[in-house]
């Protein structure tokens, strides 16, 4: 029997830790950003680095109806 992959724990922890540095949702925290605005970077291209790879992992996980690997994170807080 094959094991499921587990997520990343530090990749979520930064992503209800990590601000958006810029734009209409500067300083916001990357796992509250709406939806559409994840969507809106799908469409022009995210970001590179750590910010790119963090928006892309938020809008993989609200794309998947993962938001409760997040949430569980935030009850830990």
Known sequence: MQELPQ?????????????????????????????????WFQTQGFPAGKLGMLLSTMYEIRLNGLEFLVQGLRKLK
């Open 7 to 39: 997520p990343d724990s530090e990749m979520l922890k930064e992503l209800i830790r990590y601000k958006m540095p810029f734009g209409k949702y500067k300083d916001w925290i990357i796992a509250d950003l709406p939806v559409s605005y994840l969507e």
